[in-house]
């Protein structure tokens, strides 16, 4: 009994820190934009009518059954929160966050689901981006999802009568991109208004949700379990009670296999498949694949399993994702696509008599070449309910066959990376898709003819800038959607694309000259325009032997003419990007490269406004290094405060030189600790100031209130202090809780422009 009342008394804490920071989970559906109420929920207060844990508590309690000693400390952190909130900083707290775009690039969908009971109306998942509603056939999005809890899903499947099932957590591992994972799965009767959870909270990634069409009390999901680290649940799980209880019904070979894929064959409820998947991803590290890998089959309704073989690959630490597809209307045939642990097609295969027997097609180019070197992005197969021998296979391009798999054609009209699939069987010949790039409808079974959805505001942002006389010029950079600007030459309110970015991840506009902007692609692939973006050129030649993901460019605050970037080497230019000088050896220590994606990385740098001669840098493994002789030699700074993990973002303060902050995150290293450090020295010793953030980690940092106000972003939202971390206090009410990967203060309006990372871009204006 003791229990449960510490339990009510963290909740209610949390309850009051979280409505104070505008982000408690009501269970309702917000508007797309401003995040106010669209429709009130109706029902039952019970925590099966509404979310029963946000997302924020479930982060401090990770786990299922959190102990009385955690429980104490975060109820203790939470009171700290929820009185600072109150008392301290009430105008920040009470300062209302506003969305301001785009609504037509869109953004990642894996995984959708028809309404059987209302015609045209579908649901969509969005990767980080929480559910979605359309009931035009994908022309407008509605959201169906709370703003107040985690955005990020990998799955969605409805049953007969109209109940949906959400399954938290991307099931995509990324490359040098990044995924985020949830708490397990959630059901909604009522169209997405209102949401129960139904448990599962630590497999972390859903990758499939499979129902019984002749039972929808029986339902299995395929856990993909956590990307970072062992452990987790992980596996098939069933339920025959609609999801009050589950049962672990397939489990790997191994701490890091997880399940991709479970479908039930649909003439015969007894007999299912499943996909297992053996990965893991840690800092310096993609392994993609692994002996635990392989497809099962259950033909007893998911007691007993078999690995199938009968010619397919047999088990091996080279096994990467699996995809598959089973045909409606002829059961028994059964195509695979295989992949290696570094992402490379391997074979496809089919079977005729339920899984039995398998033959490896020929190899096709054209189907291999569609995996590109990150098959393991992708792993699905559909079957045409009407044609067991029509097949689509994701790909970067959409790859159809109308033989079976002996012959390929990519399908183009659609953006690239292909993750969800489906047959509207209303209308005869509709197919939906869900992409990287959003959600698309063809009228010609997919052979063509695709529609984009015309609202999509979900866009995965990693950057923002703002100009500085005109703040209606905004620029960012998103994942697998170029970099973007809210304007053109001939039209100021017009978001589209400029530069030449794929993975758009920097973008930037000169402070004192809003007609020159950058844009850089992933690893530091920088364009440089004079016009606005109409058109681009690349920036001169830099040095360095790896670069980041992301890789760092940012203007000198004295003078935008003055310039740094940085691989493993810090470059400098006095013309603007036109040309580079190498500043700095390599500041990594060159550690040995273990796959294909380069570790070792200067992750950002920043100068200082006092002293120009003033250099602060940090990388991938944890190193933070000062010069103060604009980079004739660096020093690494050496304290034990200093977290080994990935440097995230520095700011020197704009009035001492000798005051800066830093973040850190150990999101790759499967952990939500909040990491920021102060110094007052240069950079020579280094104090925690994370205090009582709430605990996830820290993506960017920086200042304003010339130096007095410190704000941070992470997972959880935005953050701000003024008294050097002894508190925080959230930063305005309605963002979304989304990942800030940056944000932008303008200082002349006293305005915060946030980058979510599945949301778009937010503005909210801080008080005097």
């Known amino acids: 009994m003791k229990q449960y009342i510490v339990f009510a008394l963290v909740a209610a804490v949390f309850a009051a820190a979280v409505i ?17 109420p669209a429709a009130e929920a109706q029902g039952d207060t019970d925590a099966g009518r509404s979310l029963p844990d946000d997302w924020f508590l479930s982060q401090r309690l990770s786990g299922d059954a959190p102990s009385q000693a955690t429980l104490q400390l975060a109820s203790a952190q939470a009171g700290r929160l929820a009185q600072r909130a109150l008392t301290m900083a009430p105008a920040t707290v009470n300062a209302r966050w506003s969305y301001v775009g785009p609504d037509v690039i869109g953004g990642r969908i894996v995984d959708l689901a028809i309404d059987p009971t209302a015609s045209d109306t579908v649901y969509v998942a969005a990767a980080s981006g929480g559910i979605w509603k359309t009931t035009d056939a994908g022309v407008t999005f509605q959201a169906a999802w709370p703003n107040g809890n985690g955005q990020a899903f990998g799955a969605l499947a409805i049953s007969p009568t109209g109940k949906l099932y959400a399954g938290a957590g991307e099931a995509n591992p990324g490359g040098g991109s990044i995924s985020f994972g949830g708490k397990g799965v959630y059901l909604s009767g009522d169209g997405g208004k209102t949401w129960k959870s139904l448990g599962l909270g630590t497999s972390e990634r859903i990758a499939r949700i499979a129902i019984d069409p002749t039972n929808e009390q029986r339902i299995f999901v395929a856990a993909a379990g956590p990307l970072f680290k062992s452990g987790g649940a992980r596996g098939i799980y069933l339920t025959t009670d609609g999801g009050q209880s589950w049962n672990r019904v397939l489990q790997g070979a191994n701490t890091t296999t997880g399940a991709s894929d479970v479908q039930i064959d649909p003439a015969n409820p007894k007999r299912i498949f499943a996909v297992l998947w053996d990965h893991l991803r840690v800092p310096d590290q993609r392994r993609y694949g692994g002996s635990g890998s392989g497809i099962y089959r259950s033909t007893d309704g998911g007691t007993t399993w078999t690995r199938l073989a009968g010619g397919l690959p047999a088990p091996a630490p080279d096994v990467g994702r699996i995809g598959l597809g089973q045909s409606p209307s002829t059961p028994n045939r059964l195509y695979a696509v295989y992949i290696n642990a570094a992402g490379i097609f391997t074979g496809f295969y089919t079977s005729t008599d339920g899984g039995d027997a398998w033959t490896l097609l020929p190899k096709k180019t054209v189907l ?5 070197s990150y098959g393991w992005w992708f792993g699905r197969i ?15 391009p959409l790859m159809e066959s109308t033989d079976g798999g002996q012959t390929w054609i990519a399908r183009s009209g659609v953006h690239s990376d292909q993750h969800a699939m489906a047959w509207d069987p209303r209308h005869a010949g509709r197919v939906y898709l869900g992409n ?37 010029r905004i620029v960012g950079g998103a994942q697998d959607n170029f970099c973007n600007r809210s304007y053109t030459s001939s039209n100021p309110n017009q978001w589209n694309a400029y530069g030449s970015c794929g993975d758009g991840l920097g973008a930037l506009i000169n402070p004192a000259n809003e007609a020159i902007v950058y844009s850089c692609s992933q690893y530091g692939d920088c364009t440089r325009s004079t016009d606005g973006g ?43 990007g036109v040309s580079w000088t190498a500043i700095s050896t390599d500041l990594t220590g060159n550690p040995p490269q273990k796959d294909a994606y380069p570790w070792g990385t200067v992750t950002t740098v920043a100068a200082s406004k006092t002293a120009p001669n003033t250099i602060l840098a940090g990388t991938d493994d944890g190193k933070v290094w000062y010069t103060r002789n604009g980079g004739g030699s660096w020093t690494q700074a050496i304290d034990p405060a200093l977290p080994a993990r990935w440097v995230t973002r520095i700011a020197i303060d704009p009035a001492d030189w000798r005051i800066a902050y830093v973040t850190f995150s150990g999101f790759r290293n499967g952990e939500s600790t909040p990491y920021v450090l102060r110094t007052g020295d240069g950079g020579v010793t280094w104090k925690d100031i994370s205090g009582n953030l709430p605990q996830a980690p820290l993506n960017d940092v920086g200042l304003t209130d010339g130096g007095a106000t410190v704000v941070v972003a992470g997972d959880l939202g935005i953050y701000l202090t003024k008294d050097a971390g002894v508190t925080w206090a959230p930063v305005g009410t309605g963002l979304p809780r989304v990942p800030v990967m940056d944000f932008r203060i303008h200082e002349p309006t006293r305005t915060i422009y946030a980058a979510t990372f599945g949301r778009g871009m937010w503005k909210v204006q801080l008080p005097p």
Do not use: K
Request: net charge negative; glycine share 12%; charged share 10%.
């Open 20 to 36: 104070a920071a505008g982000g408690i989970a009501t269970g309702r559906v917000v508007n797309a934009h401003s995040g106010e």
């Open 368 to 372: 291999a070449n569609s995996q590109s």
């Open 382 to 396: 559909w079957v045409d309910p009407a044609s067991s021998t029509h097949v689509f296979v994701a790909g970067v």
């Open 436 to 472: 990287d790039g959003g959600f698309y409808r063809s009228n010609a079974n997919g052979a063509g003819g695709w529609v984009l959805a015309q609202v999509q505001p979900f866009t995965q942002f990693y950057s923002v800038d703002v100009g500085e006389q005109h703040p209606s």
């Open 534 to 576: 109409d058109s681009s050129a690349s920036i001169g030649a830099t040095t360095s032997v790896r670069r980041n993901w992301r890789t760092p460019l940012v203007f000198d605050p004295s003078n935008p003419d003055v310039m740094y970037y940085a691989g493993n080497i810090v470059n400098r230019s006095t013309n603007g």
